[in-house]
């Protein structure tokens, strides 16, 4: 007797839980917190304020700042001309030239640029009196960096963020015709918000063509220790759980957030730069069960917990223990 056997269906294949993770350390900066903290406190809409520039790297606080009477403005003229009687200074900085200009529109001058940034600030001045060229390591339009630039006060600082923007192209002591060595002496600071990796690169390529013939070459690393931070909780938990995706949240002027989906990506998972909920594909999340989930030094929290809501929705399992707490008396190095 035959006996008719009948195949069981094909079980499928159970899907692991979707789930997000976040990195220990991501958003708001202590810099960023502070210069807000100093904002909010002086706003007042009868009297209204104009940062110089974005207050923040965020449209999103931009936006509620500006309905409590913080607007940026190009220029103190700008701010003038505006009706305003109080200017500020952003966390990034700017040059010694805007405090002069405030005092000569009579305008009050809010100063919060971090503290973090004004170190390189002092730090440049310190190396030109020593006799340095200065390169800025950073991108030349970014406010933080033509501040330092700024208060170099000396034509003899530029900003650069590849061997390709400097002038020079030649080793000391090897001239030849179309060919630019660099000054004797030469100091690196950097962009405080930049990749580790990358400056060191940088710096070792520049290195080499000062050093011979008697050159001098100092390397300042000035990247600030939130930034390095984020950009190593990133690392941990990329090390740590199977990130099959990752998104970096902050606005798209923030130079800290595209480094981090800049690491990401270096380290082999598919990381997006993203700025609100919206900007997340359906295509990005077809394969990816786990998504890691970073935010950059200018981020808010609601930001960064409507991007976990809207995963969520999507049937991620929520972070366990929501996103970092916050501790109000962490002060960095510097
Ligand atoms: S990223 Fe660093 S330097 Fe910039 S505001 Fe934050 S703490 Fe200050």
């Known amino acids: ?11 499928a294949t159970p899907r692991p839980q ?9 958003g708001y900066c202590w810099g960023v917190r502070r210069a807000l903290d100093i904002i909010q406190d002086a706003a007042n809409p009868e009297d209204r304020i104009a940062p110089v520039g974005d207050i923040i790297h965020n449209p999103q606080v931009v936006e509620r700042l500006r309905q409590r009477g913080v607007e940026g403005a190009g220029s103190v003229a700008e701010a003038v001309d505006r009706g305003f009687s109080r200017v ?18 009579h305008v009050e001058l809010i100063d919060t640029t971090c503290p973090l940034v004004t170190k390189v600030q002092r730090l440049a001045q310190k190396l030109v009196r020593q006799g340095y060229f200065i390169v800025v390591y950073g991108d030349a339009y970014h406010p933080e960096v033509r501040s330092v630039i ?5 034509s003899k600082a530029l900003a650069a963020k590849k061997m390709a923007d400097l002038p020079w192209n030649a080793k000391r002591g090897e001239p ?27 710096a070792q390529e520049l290195q080499a063509l000062v050093v011979p013939e008697g050159g001098e070459f100092r390397l300042c690393n000035t990247i600030c220790e939130p930034t390095s931070e984020r950009q190593r909780a990133l690392k941990r938990l990329v090390e740590r759980d199977e990130v099959d995706l990752i998104l970096a949240i902050g606005g798209k002027k923030s130079s800290n957030t595209a480094r981090l989906a800049e690491v990401g990506n270096k380290m082999g ?27 950059g030094a200018s981020t808010p929290d609601d930001v960064i917990e409507a991007v976990v809501a809207a995963l ?8 366990e223990g929501g996103i970092r707490p916050v501790d109000p008396d962490y002060v960095p190095a510097y």
């Open 150 to 154: 700024g208060w170099a006060g000396t």
């Open 312 to 319: 969520a929705a999507k049937g991620y399992a929520p972070p």
């Open 176 to 202: 030849s015709p179309g060919k630019v060595p660099p000054p004797r002496k030469v100091a690196v600071v950097s962009q405080t918000t930049k990749n580790i990796d990358e400056l060191m690169a940088f």
């Open 88 to 105: 500020a200074i952003t966390a990034h900085g700017m040059g010694p030239h805007l405090a002069k200009e405030a005092e000569a529109a």
């Open 18 to 26: 979707r789930r997000i993770v976040v990195a220990d350390e991501l």
């Open 1 to 11: 007797m035959v006996t008719a056997t009948i195949d069981a269906p094909p079980q």
């Open 269 to 295: 998972v598919t990381s997006y730069h993203i700025e609100r909920p919206e900007d997340i594909e359906e295509a990005w999340l077809q394969d990816a069960d786990t998504v890691g989930v970073t935010a």
